[in-house]
C-alpha cells in the first residue's frame, strides 16, 4: 500500500527520500519494528478485552504442578498475532504479488479455522472444540488451493541454475541462470550436488499423463505439508513461549532463505534456484519475525496470554506454505525438528499403547506423557514409562529455553545445508 504511494511520489514529483521505499531490507525493518509496535502495544489492550470477556483456556487435568497456577489466563491470543502480520504485511509489501497474495490468505484461512475451535472451546464449553474431521478437511482445502495456484499461475516461475565446471579438474568455476523464467515443479533437496529435485521424476511412468499426474502428486504433497506441520505447531503450543519462540527462529532463517532466493547474487554463491518476485516474501517474514516477537512479551513465562489454536495453527500453516513458496520445503524436517519430535512423540506413544493393549490387555507407555515437552514436566514416581530419564521434573522455563537452543541449532544445519552437499 505505501509502496505504491511512495512510488507515485518518487516517479511524479521525485520527492527526495521516496525512492528508499523501493529498498527490500528498507521495508523489511519497517514491517519487523510495525509489527514489534502492534503486538507489544496493543497486546495489551486485547489481553483486557479477552479478560473482560472471560475468554479463559480451557485445561485438562494432566496432573502437573504447574499448571494449576495458569488456570484463568485468557486465550485467543494468536488474534495478536495475526493482527501483527497481516497489518504491516498491508502496509508495506506490494499487494500484486501472488505469493504475498497466498502467505495473506494462509494466515486468515487458518486464522479463522483457529478462531472457531478457540470459540467452541470457551463459549460452547465444549473442551473438544471444532471436530477434527472439520479441522482437516479445512488444511486439506488450503492446501489444495495453495497447490494449485503454485501448480498453475503462470507468475509463479523459477531460473533454474546451471553449474559451468572446469574440465580438467570437474570443479565448479562459475553458477549461472537461464535466461528464462520456467514453469517447474522443481524444489531444492539439502545434501545433494546438483540439489534440483524435480517432482515429475516421480510420475515418469505416466507417459501422456504426466503433467497431469506431476500435478496430482504436487498437491498431493503441499496437502500433506500444510497438515502436518500446522498440527505440529498445534502440539507443541503447551509450555509458556515455546510454540511463539520455535516460530520465530523458524521466521527468521525462513526469511534468511527468502532473500537469498530472491537475490540472483546470492542464489548463485549458494548454487540455488533463483524465484523471481519470491523478495516480498521477506517483507512478511520480518512482519512474522516481530509478531511472534512481540506476542513473547506477554507468552513468555509465566504467560499472561495464550496463543490458542487461533494462533498455533496459524503459526504451523504460515511456516509450512512460506517453506513451500520458496522451494525450501524439504528442509521442513530440519528446521522444524521441535514441531516434528512433538508430533512423532504422540504417535509413538498412542501407537504403542494401542499395541500394548491389544497383545497385553493393558496399554503401556514409551513416554511419560506426551506431547514431548510434558514427558519433562512430570517425575517418574508412580510413573511406568519406557523412557522415564529425567527421573526429576524440569522446570517449565528451563525447558522451553532448551527447546528454543535446540531450534537454533536446527534453523543453523537447515542454513548449512546449501553449501553442505
Not at 199 to 205: D, F, K, S, T
Not at 282 to 292: C, E, L, P, R, S
Not at 311 to 332: C, D, M, N, P, Q
Not at 375 to 385: I, N, P, R, T
Request: proline letters at 3%; glycine letters at 8%; one cysteine or more.
Amino acid at each position: 500500500m505505501l509502496y505504491d504511494l511512495f512510488n507515485y511520489l518518487d516517479t511524479q514529483f521525485d520527492i527526495p527520500g521516496t525512492g528508499v521505499f523501493k529498498y527490500i531490507s528498507f521495508r523489511a525493518i519497517l514491517a519487523l519494528v510495525c509489527s514489534l509496535f502492534l503486538s507489544t502495544l496493543f497486546g495489551r489492550q486485547i489481553i483486557n478485552l479477552l479478560q473482560r470477556l472471560q475468554v479463559k483456556e480451557v485445561f485438562r487435568n494432566l496432573g502437573i504442578e504447574e499448571q494449576t497456577s495458569k488456570k484463568g489466563t485468557p486465550t485467543m491470543g494468536g488474534i495478536i498475532i495475526i493482527i501483527a502480520i497481516v497489518i504491516p504485511t498491508l502496509l508495506f509489501a506490494r499487494l500484486n504479488n501472488v505469493y504475498l497474495i497466498i502467505m495473506l490468505l494462509t494466515t486468515l484461512w487458518l486464522g479463522s479455522l483457529g478462531f472457531a475451535d478457540d470459540y467452541i472451546k470457551v463459549f460452547k464449553n465444549d473442551k473438544k472444540g471444532l471436530r477434527g474431521r472439520f479441522k482437516i478437511l479445512a488444511q486439506v482445502s488450503l492446501g489444495l488451493i495453495v497447490g494449485l495456484i503454485l501448480f498453475f499461475s503462470p507468475d509463479v516461475v523459477i531460473r533454474e541454475n546451471m553449474e559451468i565446471r572446469s574440465v580438467a579438474e570437474n570443479t565448479i568455476e562459475d553458477v549461472r541462470f537461464h535466461s528464462t523464467h520456467t514453469k517447474s515443479a522443481k524444489t531444492t533437496i539439502p545434501f545433494i550436488k546438483n540439489n534440483n529435485f524435480d517432482y515429475a521424476w516421480l510420475v515418469g511412468w505416466a507417459g501422456n499423463y504426466k503433467t497431469e499426474a506431476t500435478c496430482i502428486l504436487f498437491v498431493l504433497i503441499v496437502i500433506f505439508i500444510v497438515t502436518a506441520v500446522s498440527n505440529g505447531a498445534n502440539l507443541t503450543d503447551g509450555l509458556d513461549g515455546l510454540a511463539a519462540g520455535s516460530s520465530a527462529i523458524i521466521g527468521i532463517a525462513l526469511g534468511i532463505l527468502a532473500y537469498t532466493s530472491s537475490h540472483i547474487e546470492f542464489a548463485s554463491f549458494l548454487n540455488i534456484m533463483f524465484i523471481p518476485k519470491a523478495e516480498e516474501l521477506v517483507i512478511f517474514a520480518a512482519a512474522f519475525i516481530g509478531a511472534t516477537i512481540g506476542f513473547l512479551w506477554y507468552n513468555a513465562y509465566p504467560a499472561q496470554i495464550f496463543m490458542g489454536d487461533t494462533g498455533s495453527l496459524t503459526l504451523g500453516g504460515i511456516i509450512a506454505v512460506f517453506a513451500i513458496l520458496i522451494r525450501k520445503e524439504l528442509l521442513i524436517p530440519i528446521l522444524c525438528g521441535i514441531f516434528l519430535a512433538e508430533s512423532f512423540s504422540v504417535v509413538i506413544q498412542v501407537s504403542y499403547f494401542k499395541y500394548t493393549k491389544k497383545k497385553y490387555g493393558e496399554g503401556r507407555r514409551v513416554f511419560k506423557m506426551t506431547p514431548l515437552h510434558h514427558h519433562f514436566q512430570k517425575s517418574d514416581a508412580g510413573v511406568q514409562a519406557l523412557i522415564r530419564h529425567p527421573h526429576n521434573l524440569i522446570p517449565e522455563s528451563k525447558i522451553v529455553v532448551r527447546f528454543w537452543l535446540i531450534g537454533i541449532i536446527l534453523a543453523a544445519i537447515a542454513l548449512i545445508t546449501l553449501k553442505v552437499r
